[in-house]
Each structure stands twice: as C-alpha cells, then as structure tokens.
C-alpha cells in the first residue's frame, strides 16, 4: 500500500480537527448520527455471531467491519474528535477556541446518540416481532452485558469506576489508533487494514467505548437488563467516555504531534552543523 510518514499525516491529522470544528451544525449531525447507527450495527452483529457460534474471538474479528465503513463515508465518532479537535487549537490554527471545540463534542456526542439509539429500537422491535417475545439468546447476552458493566463495577465503587476509566482510555488508544492508521494510506486496502488491527483488539479484549455503549445499554434495558438509566450513565457512559478523552489523547494525539509535527530541536555538533544521518544498511549491520 502506498505509505505517508509520520510527519505527513500527522499534518492531516491537524487538518481533520480543523475542518471538524469548522463544519456546520448541520453536517457534524448528520455525520455523527450516521456513525453512531453504523458502529450500532456492527456492535449487534459482532454480539449476534458471538452467540451463534459461542467463539467470542469470531466477533471481534468481525466487528471492525463497522467502523470500516462509518470511516470510509466521512462519517464522526466521538472518540475521533477527542482526538483531532484539540490538535488544531495545539497547532494555534487561525480562530480554533477552546468553545468551538466543546461545541464541537457535544454536536457529535448527541449526533452518535441518537444513532446508537434509533438502532437500538430498530433492532429491539425485530428481535421482539414488535415486542411480543422475549428476544431470544441475544437479548438476553446484550441485557446481562449491561447489568455487568454497570451494577458489576458500581459493587466497587470508586475502583469500579476508575476500573472503567481506564477501560475507556484503552479502549481509546487503540480506536485512535485506526483513525490515524487510515491516514498512512492513499488506498482503501492499505486504510482498512490499518483500522481492522487495534479495533479488533480493543473489542476482544473488552475495553469501553462510550458510542459502543450508547447502542448496548439502551437495548439492553429495553430488552429487560435490571440496571437503571442513572446506572448506565453514572457507571458506565460518563466515566468510558472521560477514559476516551483522555486515552486518545494522551496516547495517540499528543505523542504523535509533539515528536512528528512540532518535533524537539535538533541536536548539533560542535562545529555548528547537524549529525549525519545513519544509512539504513548501515544501522542493519549492527544489530
């Protein structure tokens, strides 16, 4: 595939949050709604093989398809703007405030919402035959996930909660990490296959992302999950989506633009000129 150097899409990683904190309301909503419905699929289909099969690992696998899709359209995730927006202000882009910003979060926070949820009771009527079953097998997984990842870390209290802050600030570092991946290549193979790696490991392994969550909990109480909507927010969605700012940040956007985009100066030799660079073959010789 053909490959950009940190350095050159660290560049369109500060372009992306600019643009993003200029778009109009109009589009950041319909851009967010459409990502929020799309991760919503792919989070019930990844659940749904996950229980026919009973090979969780299969539905890991598969999730990434999701975010493939809602990336490849233009479309925003919440946890990518946690990660580009602040860039530009970093980068002292013309007119880029700390309130454009916030505005900027809040517009897709409820645009992945409303997503997630409208899928939420799509798939809850279907599931149901218009709420006349129980569900089924699946219904009842998404209901038990729900009480786990609520009820399950409030019995810890404040451990409970930082448990899922630094779930979300995981699960974060490897999402940003496919945005930035599908950055460092000019062809649809080479972007999806630098998503598909971090998304399927953050899945798998369980960490908490906060537009994942907005889809899980509402259909899981909708589908009979004995956890509350304050439940759901207060130990769940509020401290996943601070881990999610945070993580993404700290991990992808801020270690990728203080080394790439405003790198440390260089180191000079004594008589005013600047090291030589070390041949490739030269470095391979000696390891």
Request: a positive charge.
């Amino acid at each position: 595939m053909a490959y950009l150097l940190p350095s050159e899409f660290v560049t369109k990683m500060v372009d992306a949050g600019e643009s993003k904190i200029y778009m109009s309301t109009r589009d950041t909503l319909i851009r967010a709604y459409m990502a929020g419905a799309i991760l919503a699929l792919a989070a019930v289909f990844a659940v749904t093989i996950a229980v026919q099969t009973g090979v969780f690992l299969i539905g890991a696998i598969l999730f990434p398809v999701g975010f493939c899709m809602l990336y490849l359209m233009g479309f925003d995730l919440l946890t990518g703007v946690f990660v580009l927006a602040p860039l530009a202000w970093l980068a002292k882009r013309p007119g880029v405030t700390w309130p454009q910003i916030l505005r900027n979060w809040g517009l897709v926070f409820v645009g992945n919402f409303a997503g997630a949820l409208t899928v939420a009771f799509m798939m809850s009527f279907i599931f149901t035959m218009g709420y006349n079953t129980d569900g089924g097998a699946i219904a009842t997984k998404v209901a038990g996930i729900g009480e786990a990842r609520t009820l399950g870390y409030a019995e810890y209290g404040v451990a409970g909660w930082i448990t899922i802050f630094i779930r979300g600030m995981l699960c974060n570092w490897m999402v940003s990490l496919g945005v930035v991946g599908a950055m460092i290549s000019t062809n649809v193979s080479g972007k999806v296959l630098a998503m598909w790696m971090p998304i399927m490991l953050f899945f798998f392994m369980g960490f908490e992302h906060s537009v994942v969550n907005m889809f899980l909990f509402p259909f899981g109480l909708i589908m009979g999950g004995d956890f509350s909507i304050m439940d759901y927010f207060i130990w769940n969605e509020i401290p996943t989506a601070l881990g999610n700012l945070v993580g993404g940040l700290a991990f992808t956007g801020l270690t990728l633009y203080s080394t790439h985009y405003k790198t440390a100066p260089k180191r000079t030799l004594a008589g005013g000129g600047v090291p030589k660079a070390v041949p490739a073959a030269k470095v391979n010789d000696k390891v």
